[in-house]
């Protein structure tokens, strides 16, 4: 979660204990739902039946300060107990080490909203899965530095993962590398033929490491060009979902998207409820002038809230935090409502949702 | 014109993965020439490069299973590729395990070396990982400019101590100074010495030996009538000897300098089936 976002978002269900993360420019979010039986105790909210379970969020480096050193965590602590002191605004992780030494850390956390991505893995038209070691030793052959692969389902049933080559750069210039895969390497494959995305590496190679050490077979779900991948793992107490933006095709033609019939958010502004694919291409054209088209508004995004009543002003200012620019060309935010197909021409006004603040 | 290589066994992969490993180190571009017999790697002394210029030559049977080569012409069967050999270090890096290699020259939408690495898997069908290397043509009127250096009429020449040894010297001393001065004389003695306003550090190497030359026709001459004793010395930029030390991944059978007072230092490599020479020139 830590190569994902700075911050952790802890949400105590009923269903389990949920860790997520969203990367800054909202182009990368997972979540970790740890079942009640992963833990040897499990206590979700106060007795008070009508009082709301806290979500908080804390600070990654924070948060990982306390389980340092893994070798000696393991030799060392016994127990650790999670606690959350809402009114003392802290969350307390205490480490019941060998020797009976006792390492309380208490860490200042922040009332927040519901952090979800709209995402649905029902509605994706392939998905494949297989194990966490095929996938880790596909990617082993493209350097540390590559930012964007492209994954496809190519002639002869073969799976393809290839380098992700900037159309500005010069393609005589660049090294490609392409890596095909037997249909059979997979556990399931499902895929469209012909079908490809492509989506950032970086946090990829995050959730491999782990899965590769869980050992849990990994499944992508993927649909069309520039709706998100998700990438999904699973066993009987834990549950992984790492949904990351995808690039957009700019000659595929706009496709009305299927409504994902999670719960709709009245947008703060007009343009917001636009298709959000329509104005990643805005965003695109607009890229290949000099400089920004006028100042792009601060960027929001939707966050699914089942109880808006709960949003206070706080959570507000969250949203519009302006997003650091993202990955070159990754301006799709997959956090959004219905989403509705637009007029011809985006206005250049449009607002952002992740601004790049560089031009390209 | 037309290239074709294939490699089968992993040792001549891995002895080929590391010559090309070293000239990646050498060399940020480079032309590779291919003959029927022999691959070269050369880099031509342009200011760019700080002058020095390197020669590499391999024999092509030493290393490939399968060799073919048709030149732009009959009476020129030859290829002369502009390339980045760190894109092919790269694309042989993860073929440790693999089942066989190929090398092809294609031209899809440019001239590429296609390197196609045949991996095992534990499906029916192996795993192929296919790097496009973009690379350049050199028109044959620019071939001139690609000729073998001429051993330079040198003042002394010794073999160089343990690379390894004189390679932890270097480093070190590369962080005091720019330049370094190289000086030997016949007698199998060598200096490594550098000098700056507050320190001068100086490393002795004795009893190297030195390579006896055929002389052609008295050309060497010069080096004949040389006093055993009298230092032939060369100062020059020490980051270009630490490169060349540093990309060295195996001993070579024969290490070697010539050294050119004042002027230039000939280092010569040799290993089994692979020579490497590489000029530094002297600084001003």
Same mark, same amino acid.
């Given at each position: 979660?830590?190569?994902?976002?700075?911050?952790?978002?802890?949400?105590?269900?009923?269903?389990?204990?949920?860790?997520?993360?969203?990367?800054?420019?909202?182009?990368?979010?997972?979540?970790?739902?740890?079942?009640?039986?992963?833990?040897?105790?499990?206590?979700?909210?106060?007795?008070?039946?009508?009082?709301?379970?806290?979500?908080?969020?804390?600070?990654?480096?924070?948060?990982?300060?306390?389980?340092?050193?893994?070798?000696?965590?393991?030799?060392?602590?016994?127990?650790?107990?999670?606690?959350?002191?809402?009114?003392? *605004?802290?969350?307390?992780?205490?480490?019941?080490?060998?020797?009976?030494?006792?390492?309380?850390? *208490?860490?200042?956390?922040?009332?927040?909203?519901?952090?979800?991505?709209?995402?649905?893995?029902?509605?994706?038209?392939?998905?494949?899965?297989?194990?966490?070691?095929?996938?880790?030793?596909?990617?082993?052959?493209?350097?540390?530095?590559?930012?964007?692969?492209?994954?496809?389902?190519?002639?002869?049933?073969?799976?393809?993962?290839?380098?992700?080559?900037?159309?500005?750069?010069?393609?005589?210039?660049?090294?490609?590398? =392409?890596?095909?895969?037997?249909?059979? =390497?997979?556990?399931?494959?499902?895929?469209?033929?012909?079908?490809?995305?492509?989506?950032?590496?970086?946090?990829?190679?995050?959730?491999?490491?782990?899965?590769?050490?869980?050992?849990?077979?990994?499944?992508?779900?993927?649909?069309?060009?520039?709706?998100?991948?998700?990438?999904?793992?699973?066993?009987?107490?834990?549950?992984?979902?790492?949904?990351?933006?995808?690039?957009?095709?700019?000659?595929?033609?706009?496709?009305?998207?299927?409504? *994902?019939?999670?719960?709709?958010?009245?947008?703060?502004?007009?343009?917001?409820?636009?298709?959000?694919?329509?104005?990643?291409?805005?965003? =695109?054209?607009?890229?290949?002038?000099?400089?920004?088209?006028?100042?792009?508004?601060?960027?929001?995004?939707?966050?699914?809230?089942?109880?808006?009543?709960?949003?206070?002003?706080?959570?507000? =200012?969250?949203?519009?935090?302006?997003?650091?620019?993202?990955?070159?060309?990754?301006?799709?935010?997959?956090?959004?409502?219905?989403?509705?197909?637009?007029?011809?021409?985006?206005?250049?006004?449009?607002?952002?949702?992740?601004?790049?603040?560089?031009?390209? | 014109?037309?290239?074709?290589?294939?490699?089968?066994?992993?040792?001549?992969?891995?002895?080929?993965?590391?010559?090309?490993?070293? !000239?990646?180190?050498?060399?940020?571009?480079?032309?590779?020439?291919?003959?029927?017999?022999?691959?070269?790697?050369?880099?031509?002394?342009?200011?760019?490069?700080?002058?020095?210029?390197?020669?590499?030559?391999?024999?092509?049977?030493?290393?490939?299973?399968?060799?073919?080569?048709?030149?732009?012409?009959?009476?020129?069967?030859?290829?002369?590729?502009?390339?980045?050999?760190?894109?092919?270090?790269?694309?042989?890096?993860?073929?440790?395990?693999?089942?066989?290699?190929?090398?092809?020259?294609?031209?899809?939408?440019?001239?590429?070396?296609?390197?196609?690495?045949?991996?095992?898997?534990?499906?029916?069908?192996?795993? !192929?990982?296919?790097?496009?290397?973009?690379?350049?043509?050199?028109?044959?009127?620019?071939?001139?400019?690609?000729?073998?250096?001429?051993?330079?009429?040198?003042?002394?020449?010794?073999?160089?101590?343990?690379?390894?040894?004189?390679?932890?010297?270097?480093?070190?001393?590369?962080?005091?100074?720019?330049? !370094?001065?190289?000086?030997?004389?016949?007698?199998?003695?060598?200096?490594?010495?550098?000098?700056?306003?507050?320190?001068?550090?100086?490393?002795?190497?004795?009893?190297?030996?030195?390579?006896?030359?055929?002389?052609?026709?008295?050309?060497?001459?010069?080096?004949?009538?040389?006093?055993?004793?009298?230092?032939?010395?060369?100062?020059?930029?020490?980051?270009?000897?630490?490169?060349?030390?540093?990309?060295?991944?195996?001993?070579?059978?024969?290490?070697?300098?010539?050294?050119?007072?004042?002027?230039?230092?000939?280092?010569?490599?040799?290993?089994?089936?692979?020579?490497?020479?590489?000029?530094?020139?002297?600084?001003?």
């Amino acid at each position: 979660l830590s190569r994902i976002g700075d911050e952790l978002y802890l949400e105590p269900t009923e269903s389990g204990l949920s860790l997520r993360a969203v990367n800054s420019s909202r182009s990368a979010f997972a979540s970790f739902l740890f079942a009640p039986l992963f833990f040897q105790l499990y206590e979700p909210g106060s007795h008070q039946p009508d009082r709301e379970l806290v979500r908080c969020k804390v600070l990654m480096k924070s948060f990982l300060g306390v389980f340092r050193s893994l070798p000696s965590l393991e030799k060392m602590v016994g127990k650790c107990l999670i606690l959350l002191k809402p009114r003392a *605004n802290r969350l307390v992780v205490q480490l019941h080490c060998k020797y009976g030494v006792t390492k309380t850390h *208490n860490l200042a956390f922040q009332e927040c909203e519901l952090l979800q991505a709209v995402f649905d893995t029902q509605h994706c038209a392939s998905s494949l899965r297989a194990p966490a070691r095929v996938l880790v030793e596909a990617v082993v052959h493209f350097p540390q530095t590559l930012a964007e692969v492209t994954l496809g389902a190519g002639p002869g049933g073969k799976i393809s993962l290839r380098n992700y080559v900037e159309d500005e750069a010069a393609p005589s210039k660049t090294m490609v590398t =392409e890596l095909r895969l037997a249909e059979d =390497e997979f556990q399931t494959v499902a895929v469209t033929p012909g079908s490809h995305i492509t989506f950032c590496l970086k946090e990829f190679r995050g959730l491999l490491t782990f899965a590769e050490a869980s050992n849990l077979p990994l499944t992508i779900h993927y649909d069309a060009p520039g709706r998100p991948v998700i990438f999904t793992l699973e066993d009987t107490v834990l549950e992984v979902h790492l949904v990351l933006a995808t690039l957009s095709d700019p000659e595929s033609d706009l496709q009305p998207p299927t409504a *994902n019939g999670v719960s709709h958010l009245p947008a703060p502004s007009d343009d917001f409820a636009d298709d959000l694919e329509s104005y990643m291409i805005a965003m =695109e054209t607009s890229a290949y002038e000099d400089g920004p088209s006028g100042v792009p508004p601060s960027p929001t995004f939707p966050l699914c809230t089942p109880h808006p009543a709960e949003s206070d002003p706080e959570e507000k =200012e969250e949203g519009a935090v302006p997003g650091t620019p993202p990955h070159k060309k990754f301006r799709s935010l997959f956090f959004g409502s219905v989403l509705t197909p637009r007029g011809p021409s985006p206005a250049p006004t449009q607002e952002v949702l992740a601004e790049d603040s560089d031009g390209e | 014109m037309r290239f074709r290589a294939k490699i089968v066994d992993l040792a001549c992969l891995n002895h080929f993965s590391r010559v090309i490993n070293t !000239i990646a180190k050498l060399a940020k571009t480079c032309t590779l020439r291919l003959t029927v017999s022999k691959l070269y790697f050369i880099l031509s002394d342009k200011v760019a490069n700080g002058g020095v210029s390197m020669w590499c030559e391999l024999c092509q049977g030493n290393f490939f299973d399968e060799f073919q080569m048709e030149g732009v012409a009959a009476e020129h069967n030859e290829i002369y590729l502009e390339l980045v050999p760190e894109n092919l270090s790269r694309a042989l890096k993860t073929a440790q395990s693999a089942k066989a290699v190929k090398i092809k020259l294609t031209n899809k939408h440019c001239p590429c070396l296609r390197v196609a690495v045949e991996l095992p898997s534990l499906s029916s069908s192996s795993r !192929i990982v296919t790097h496009d290397i973009p690379v350049g043509i050199i028109p044959r009127r620019l071939w001139n400019d690609f000729r073998e250096p001429s051993v330079p009429d040198f003042d002394v020449s010794i073999y160089l101590p343990v690379l390894k040894t004189m390679k932890s010297i270097v480093e070190r001393m590369k962080n005091l100074s720019n330049s !370094i001065v190289i000086e030997a004389n016949l007698s199998g003695e060598m200096n490594l010495k550098i000098e700056t306003d507050l320190v001068s550090v100086t490393t002795h190497f004795k009893d190297l030996g030195n390579p006896a030359w055929a002389s052609e026709d008295g050309c060497q001459s010069s080096a004949q009538d040389r006093d055993l004793e009298s230092m032939a010395e060369a100062r020059i930029d020490i980051k270009k000897l630490q490169q060349l030390l540093a990309g060295q991944q195996v001993n070579p059978t024969k290490a070697m300098c010539n050294i050119v007072s004042k002027r230039i230092v000939h280092f010569i490599l040799l290993h089994e089936d692979v020579s490497l020479q590489y000029f530094i020139p002297a600084l001003a």
